[in-house]
């Protein structure tokens, strides 16, 4: 579904991705994990097709994101870190406005996923009167509007609180369950360790590690592959603000 190849990314002078490749395949949850400036939201962005990369070539379903974004923007769903829905409209506004954005008419799915996320309640709140839990869900569904097979999420559940924590990942696996391909960054573990099929571990712009949990253990030699945690902090994954 996903394949890079020398993948470089500059700011100015400042080289920020140092030639990654890896390929996933479509159907899995993948989590980006790495310290803070480690390059995990310029790869996320680069590969929705936010921003070109300087080098290297990013392929999504067969296509160039870089020099065919328009043919690979309905595969993909991005979910930024900030909250990108408007905070002084309802839920049902802002759902609507997407979906107009969208060309999406049809909105009976859509109020049946508010529905199983408990979004319902709220539909006629202004955003800005919601939990951070329920705005990053909201934050989530809009980004689904188009009905895309591939979801990327920049750090969706950072700042709120475990228990919506808990229920955005069982969301997400309930979309891959249903068959879309989730990439996602998260600085924590336990969220990592329950929802992730692979792992790339970034550092410093460099791809340290990619591949399953098993294969992390094997990477790290006794006694330090006892706990996931350990495993990532001993590949250099580890660093966190929050
Ligand atoms: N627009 C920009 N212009 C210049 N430098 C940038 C820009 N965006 C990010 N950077 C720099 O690029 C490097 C990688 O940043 P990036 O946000 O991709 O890392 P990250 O792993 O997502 O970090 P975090 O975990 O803190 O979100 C950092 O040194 C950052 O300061």
Same mark, same amino acid.
């Given at each position: 579904?996903?394949?890079?190849?020398?993948?470089? #990314?500059?700011?100015?002078? &400042?080289?920020?991705? $140092?030639?990654?490749?890896?390929?996933?395949?479509? +159907?899995?949850?993948?989590?980006?994990?790495?310290?803070? %400036? /480690?390059? !995990?939201?310029?790869? *996320? !962005?680069?590969? =929705?097709?936010?921003?070109?990369?300087?080098?290297?070539?990013?392929? @999504?379903? %067969?296509?160039?994101? =870089?020099?065919?974004?328009?043919?690979?923007?309905?595969?993909? +769903?991005?979910?930024?870190?900030?909250? /990108?829905?408007?905070?002084? *409209?309802?839920? &049902?506004?802002?759902?609507?406005?997407? /979906? #107009?954005? =969208? %060309?999406?008419?049809?909105?009976?799915?859509?109020?049946?996923?508010?529905?199983?996320?408990?979004?319902?309640?709220?539909?006629?709140?202004?955003? !800005?009167?919601?939990?951070? %839990?329920?705005?990053?869900?909201?934050?989530?569904?809009?980004?689904?509007? $188009?009905?895309?097979?591939?979801?990327?999420?920049?750090?969706?559940?950072?700042?709120?609180? @475990? =228990?919506? &924590?808990?229920? @955005?990942?069982?969301?997400?696996?309930?979309?891959?369950?249903?068959? #879309?391909?989730?990439?996602?960054?998260?600085?924590?573990?336990?969220?990592?360790?329950?929802?992730?099929?692979?792992?790339?571990?970034? &550092?410093?712009?460099?791809?340290?590690?990619?591949?399953?949990?098993?294969?992390?253990?094997?990477?790290?030699?006794?006694?330090?592959?006892?706990?996931?945690?350990?495993?990532? /902090?001993?590949? +250099?994954?580890?660093?966190?603000?929050?």
């Amino acid at each position: 579904m996903i394949q890079l190849s020398n993948v470089s #990314k500059k700011y100015g002078s &400042k080289t920020v991705l $140092h030639n990654i490749s890896f390929s996933l395949p479509a +159907g899995e949850i993948t989590g980006v994990v790495g310290p803070n %400036g /480690a390059g !995990k939201s310029t790869l *996320l !962005k680069c590969i =929705a097709t936010m921003m070109p990369p300087t080098s290297g070539l990013i392929v @999504i379903d %067969g296509m160039n994101a =870089a020099s065919d974004p328009r043919a690979v923007r309905p595969l993909l +769903g991005y979910v930024p870190q900030e909250i /990108a829905v408007y905070q002084e *409209l309802t839920v &049902k506004q802002n759902i609507e406005f997407f /979906a #107009k954005l =969208a %060309g999406r008419r049809d909105l009976r799915a859509v109020l049946t996923r508010c529905e199983e996320w408990q979004l319902m309640p709220h539909y006629r709140k202004k955003v !800005k009167h919601l939990s951070g %839990g329920n705005q990053r869900k909201l934050n989530i569904l809009v980004a689904l509007l $188009h009905e895309p097979d591939l979801l990327i999420l920049d750090e969706p559940t950072v700042g709120i609180d @475990i =228990a919506a &924590k808990q229920e @955005i990942v069982s969301h997400l696996k309930q979309l891959a369950y249903e068959g #879309k391909t989730i990439l996602y960054s998260s600085h924590d573990a336990q969220e990592l360790q329950m929802l992730c099929d692979s792992y790339l571990i970034m &550092k410093e712009g460099e791809l340290l590690f990619h591949g399953p949990k098993e294969k992390l253990r094997q990477h790290v030699p006794s006694p330090y592959n006892q706990s996931f945690t350990e495993s990532l /902090a001993h590949v +250099g994954a580890w660093g966190s603000r929050r």
